[in-house]
């Protein structure tokens, strides 16, 4: 699977966005990037996930470039419980499973 | 909760100790990983489950660790002769198939002394 660079720490204000960059630049065709976060004393929690096209659900918002080789996270209106590491992570969906090699991500502090 | 549930939630062993870890994911997901995370690292991979078979087990330290899924349901992770650098969280997933998102476990904190 293609390596993922990430800013180790940010910070954001309370109520503000949250973007979240990720740069992916020897993605394959068939990669997906997927995004994960773990807050303290969690197991990881899947946020979102998409191939070519920008994605949307309830939590957040996926911008991927048109090369691919980038990508950004969005988490619109952000809040205290979204205090947590962000990985980005992007994986083949191959008869081998659905094996998810973490980075060491980012950490997002949000402040009031 | 219908969440994957790990137990114990801590485990403090003594060096040298066998140890004995659990997983109980959700319902009818085929797919079951475990996982090791160092203290300040990302997850890594250790083995993985599709039913009872173990499919993939690479990313097992060494032969101290072993893994099993009898009835493709319930899994548990040993660990025998355990040493320091053993000490970490161990995190259980699951999921529908293998090309379905992941749901984790809140883990095992385990302390070797």
């Known amino acids: 699977d293609a390596k993922t660079t990430q800013p180790p720490s940010m910070d954001c204000a309370e109520g503000r966005a949250a973007n979240l960059p990720c740069n992916h630049s020897?993605?394959?065709?068939?990669?997906?990037v997927y995004w994960y976060r773990q807050i303290h004393s969690q197991g990881p929690q899947y946020i979102i996930h998409g191939l070519k096209n920008n994605e949307t659900n309830e939590m957040a918002s996926l911008i991927i470039t048109e090369d691919r080789k980038s990508s950004t996270l969005i988490l619109p209106h952000a809040t205290l419980r979204d205090t947590a590491v962000y990985y980005c992570i992007v994986r083949v969906v191959s008869n081998a499973g659905n094996m998810l090699t973490f980075g060491g991500g980012t950490r997002l502090m949000v402040k009031p | 909760g219908a969440g994957v549930s790990q137990s114990p939630r801590y485990k403090v062993a003594k060096r040298g100790q066998d140890v004995a870890l659990r997983c109980d994911p959700i319902?009818?997901?085929?797919?079951l990983f475990w996982y090791q995370q160092a203290l300040g690292q990302g997850p890594e991979f250790l083995t993985y489950f599709q039913n009872e078979a173990q499919l993939d087990k690479s990313g097992l330290p060494s032969d101290r660790f072993f893994a099993e899924r009898p009835e493709g349901s319930v899994s548990t992770l040993k660990i025998q002769r355990t040493q320091q650098e053993d000490s970490a969280v161990y995190l259980c997933?699951?999921?529908?198939?293998?090309?379905?998102?992941?749901?984790f476990g809140s883990g095992t904190q385990l302390s070797v002394l």
């Open positions: 997933a699951s999921s529908l198939d293998r090309e379905r998102k992941l749901f």
């Open positions: 319902s009818g997901h085929v797919s």
């Open positions: 020897t993605i394959s065709g068939n990669e997906y």
